[in-house]
């Protein structure tokens, strides 16, 4: 066995050359922490093999590696190289120790590097989601669900497809997706200062499935998108915001209900969707990251295999010159902190809401923001680049139809078990300068706190640019009557930290207007 120690844009990759029963291996580890990534080609095979290592200890002058897992669908690519011995046999079994020499180990940290990507996510993003666009969500265009308010079971884009039916689905459909998000949204997201946009879309627009409602043509939008995007110096997130089966059953997956994600083939599928739009648009100039999908429902799947789908989608996105993008799947974002060690162009997204439990809506302003610095502080601490790639404006969860279809709403006690908070007055339906006073100075400085509170880590990306009438979602509204700062750094507010040694409760944060 021979050794080679290379460094390069500052990663330490260890190449490392096998013979194995007469096959010639080429195998790339990249040393990052305590863990190890090998990709492993025999000429037999077309398709590389990903192999994980974990440190496990010392043992004389070398330091043992033991292998954890093996999976497939690596893409990355090989010059074969002759090995200088022959004399080290390894098994092919799927636990391998071997050994290391301690001069060759340098301990070091996640390299976060930004070099070879379109945008360079050491700096801050700052972005909106062009939501209820490519996937139907009720709370952000009404209007579109409005004849089935009073019931007869459509709440989602399945059912809407499935009673309306293919032809009348895609007149209704094409006409939205033509005039909800137009360039013009664009030229004002860039004038407003901000430099991405996350775009969800669902897989029935990517490859659909024989005998499902959906109607297809959002696919060919999107890449009209990316143009209007690369033209207003925008850099895009292609979201994968569905996925067959439903990774978490709501609604804006595409079919509110079971979740069925991890069933049947529904895993390969997802994966084939995300090669579909890896080869269609991540060489496009605006495509910056690829997200794998979005809010897996962690606490009712196997979660094994959602790091397993992660690993393969990472190693098949990886040189797509994209960061590849995992969302926390609602286990903390400190729970990623030692998974993905040399996986360099990873970017780990967290949804940040306060607002879809009794207890958060009950919160005081105060509180809101004293939380959101706090979960700010997190996402700094995880080792990689680390974004809010959702939060809103809203302390309550007013906005019609945000938690279903005919559902009401937590804060004024109309959602089922709740009970009541405060008044969804001019939050229900309506525009941010219909907003009381009250209501315009709390969104504003929770804003502020929550944007100072992300850009301790990586950025954020708003969620959404526009509604038909939710005025604490909706970032053009909000820009447009001063409640979203302009520029993007500028503050009424200043937030600072109490620490608990002066305070008698925990870490707060005081408010200066």
Known sequence: MSWLVTRSNKSLNLVVH?????????????????????WEHRQSFSTPILRRYRYTGHHGNHVWWKLLHRCYGSSHPFLHVEPRRTDEIVSSCTTIFFPIPVALTIASTAVKRGDALKFDYNQKVRGVNLGGWFVLEPWITPSIFQQWANGNGVVDEWTFCQTLGPAEAYNRLSSHWNSWITQDDFNQVAAAG???????????????????????????????????????????????????????????????????????????????????????????????????????????????????????????LENSNVAVTFHDAFQGVTAWNNWGSGMWNLLLDTHHYEIFDQGSVSMSPETHISTACGFGSQMASTGKWTIAGEFTGGITDCAKWLNGLGKGARYDGTFPGSSYVGSCDGKYTGTVAGLSSADKYNIGRFIEAQLDA???????????WKTESAPEWDMQDLLKNGLFPQPLTARQCKFSLIPSSFHAQNNSFVVLC
């Open 18 to 38: 096998y013979y194995l029963e007469y096959s010639y291996f080429d195998i790339l580890l990249y040393v990052n922490g305590l863990d190890i990534y090998e």
């Open 194 to 316: 901000l430099n991405h946009v996350r775009i969800p879309i669902g897989y029935w627009s990517i490859i659909p499935v024989d005998g499902e409602p959906y109607v297809q043509g959002a696919y060919n939008i999107l890449g009209q998108a990316l143009d209007w995007a690369q033209a207003a110096g925008l850099k895009v997130m292609i979201d994968l915001h569905g996925a067959k089966g439903s990774q978490n059953g709501f609604d804006n997956s595409g079919r509110y209900g079971a979740i069925n994600w991890q069933q049947g083939d529904s895993i390969t599928h997802t994966k084939n969707v995300l090669n579909k739009i890896r080869d269609d648009y991540a060489s496009h100039p605006a495509v910056a990251a690829i997200e794998l999908l979005n809010e897996p429902m962690g606490p009712s799947l196997n979660m094994d295999g959602v790091r397993q789908f992660y690993m393969d989608g990472w190693g098949n």
């Open 454 to 464: 992300f850009e301790k880590a990586s950025g954020w990306i708003f969620w959404t």
